[in-house]
């Protein structure tokens, strides 16, 4: 059985912070796919609806995601997107076929 962990996180920005957290988003990138752990990081912005943003992202296990919400990159980004976000929605999931 596989240990790797797929995240899709989906975020909805509010309309007047869309560029200041496209520009953080963006900022998470290179670092992170730089991690241990890291499989796949891929930022996606909605073509009907440009506040939506949905991360597909793929760990080596659980204890790579964790390292990486505790990371210095993912906790500037955070600290810097606070109050920007309308809704936040983050599903771990493991594959099962």
Known sequence: MSSIVTVVAKL???EAA?????TELLK????????EGCIE???H??????????FFEMWENLACLESHMAS??????VAAVEGMIVEKTVHKMTRIA
């Open 12 to 14: 909805i920005v509010h």
């Open 18 to 22: 869309l560029e200041t957290v496209k």
């Open 28 to 35: 998470m990138i290179e670092p992170t796919r730089m991690e």
């Open 41 to 43: 990081y891929r930022l």
């Open 45 to 54: 912005q909605d073509n009907d609806d440009p506040k939506v943003f949905i």
């Open 72 to 77: 210095p990159h993912f906790s500037s980004y």
